[in-house]
């Protein structure tokens, strides 16, 4: 692998004191790599949840539906009654 060069990284930490680590240039590149993968993999799963509880509500809707839809279907119906109508 290419790259394998140190490269020396100064932060800070929540005391506000500086620090230095030295680690390959590859790593340097992977760790971020690495954390956008797994927020983009965590933003699709809570997107994917909600999609999930969404067609579970739809689901359910349809089918209450459907019941009150055979429910109707097997009820008896009145007779119309025509309007009478004279033509003068």
């Given at each position: 692998?290419?790259n394998?060069?140190?490269?020396?990284?100064?932060?800070?930490?929540?005391?506000?004191?500086?620090?230095?680590v030295?680690?390959?240039?590859?790593?340097?590149?992977?760790?971020?790599?690495?954390?956008?993968?797994?927020?983009?993999?965590?933003?699709?799963?809570?997107?994917?949840?909600?999609m999930?509880?969404?067609?579970r509500?739809?689901?359910?809707?349809?089918?209450?539906?459907?019941?009150?839809?055979?429910?109707?279907?097997?009820?008896?119906?009145?007779?119309?009654?025509?309007?009478?109508?004279?033509?003068?």
């Amino acid at each position: 692998m290419q790259n394998m060069t140190s490269v020396e990284i100064k932060y800070y930490d929540f005391g506000l004191s500086l620090h230095t680590v030295e680690l390959p240039l590859v790593t340097v590149v992977m760790i971020p790599l690495g954390l956008g993968l797994l927020g983009a993999w965590f933003m699709w799963l809570t997107s994917w949840f909600k999609m999930r509880m969404l067609i579970r509500k739809q689901s359910k809707t349809i089918s209450s539906m459907e019941e009150e839809l055979d429910k109707l279907k097997n009820t008896p119906q009145l007779p119309v009654q025509a309007e009478s109508s004279t033509d003068s």
